[in-house]
């Protein structure tokens, strides 16, 4: 009897007469001062924080005032707190010469802590076309996930009883329509060269979109020529490459918006069938016979096709070796590679494969029955 009473705790008076003020206090969220060395970025942070003059407004008073606003953290399970809203102060706080910022530590998922970390800078008055449209995809995969989960009752995800997609929610939240949405998260398609384009102003976000669609390797082709030609694709030219690019037995004279053009693609074409095996045949030939100087050809396919003379003359190569493929089944992929004149089988292989997603061997077996 006495053991039992020796194990029993007694409340203290403080527990025994707390009050429901002090009780609600003791759950509400406390401000931190956090040393600045443990607060780690959010993984996949989109937004960039730069050493701008903006920047140094806010490293201005930062150093006066302090941080004003706490930042938002949660614990990291790799050691110290993972931001979620405040890497521009907390980046301002290091320049500012401070040892701690004030922080506000919750216990959040993931898909919480992401939507948190994207409404806090979509606030922001200019956000590059990149962060948006990265920020976007984020939120919308976070809303999605939230939407699948069962043991949710917030109002967001009560949202979703409505019948009401995660796009169009996201869209009415910052005021931009679906399909604008769509357009924004379709730039994250972009190879990282071409996304910094857009950023800096180099290529219009229209054309951009259309330019997304395209493979990575057509992208990767398409910068190289757009550097050659110091340009970059109208948005009618970018719309061309989108439709050659996912048109894989395209019709070149399809090109053409009027007899003069129909007649240049003619001529083309045909100074293609003649050269198809000769290995030397190159964009100097096909100028002196088209009777252009090589700039006057570049700007003339530019104009037409969207594409180099090179990538045209390519894509009439793999659509010839496609059709070669599927009506000659005994001929070997060593022979057809000859006779298009790509050099070597391995290269043909590989222009093949960039084209069509698969080898030519692949491409024989799945067409020829």
Not at 136 to 148: D, N, R, T, V
Not at 303 to 309: H, I, R, V, Y
């Amino acid at each position: 009897m006495k053991s039992s009473a020796r194990n029993i705790e007694l409340k203290s008076v403080d527990d025994l007469f707390a009050t429901e003020e002090s009780r609600a206090d003791a759950q509400r969220e406390k401000v931190q001062e956090i040393p600045l060395g443990e607060l780690h970025p959010f993984r996949n942070h989109p937004f960039r924080v730069k050493d701008d003059a903006a920047m140094q407004d806010t490293v201005d008073s930062v150093r006066e005032y302090g941080v004003l606003v706490p930042a938002i953290a949660r614990p990291d399970p790799d050691g110290g707190y993972e931001l979620i809203a405040g890497h521009r102060r907390h980046h301002a706080s290091e320049l500012a010469g401070k040892e701690t910022m004030p922080v506000i530590v919750r216990d959040l998922d993931d898909d919480a802590a992401t939507i948190i970390m994207v409404d806090s800078n979509l606030q922001r008055e200019e956000l590059l076309p990149s962060e948006r449209a990265f920020a976007y995809k984020m939120k919308l995969e976070a809303m999605k996930h939230q939407g699948e989960r069962l043991d949710l009752t917030s109002a967001q995800v009560g949202r979703k009883l409505e019948n009401r997609e995660s796009r169009e929610i996201l869209a009415e939240q910052v005021g931009q329509s679906r399909n604008q949405i769509s357009r924004f998260i379709r730039l994250t398609e972009l190879i990282p060269t071409l996304l910094d384009m857009v950023d800096e102003r180099k290529i219009a976000f229209n054309p951009a979109v259309e330019l997304s669609y395209l493979k990575k390797e057509e992208q990767t082709l398409l910068l190289e020529a757009m550097d050659s030609e110091q340009a970059t694709p109208s948005l009618s030219q970018a719309q061309r490459l989108k439709k050659f690019s996912q048109q894989k037995d395209f019709d070149a004279q399809s090109l053409a918006s009027n007899p003069i053009d129909q007649k240049f693609l003619d001529t083309v074409n045909s100074i293609i069938e003649k050269n198809l095996d000769n290995i030397d045949f190159d964009m100097n030939m096909m100028a002196r016979e088209l009777g252009l100087s090589r700039s006057s050809l570049y700007a003339k396919f530019k104009a037409l096709t969207g594409m180099t003379p090179n990538d045209f003359v390519l894509n009439c190569k793999l659509k010839r070796a496609a059709t070669m493929l599927t009506e000659n089944p005994d001929l070997q992929i060593a022979d057809i590679s000859d006779r298009l004149g790509f050099g070597s089988p391995r290269y043909f292989t590989r222009c093949f494969k960039a084209q069509f997603e698969i080898t030519p061997a692949e491409y024989r077996k799945k067409t020829v029955i």
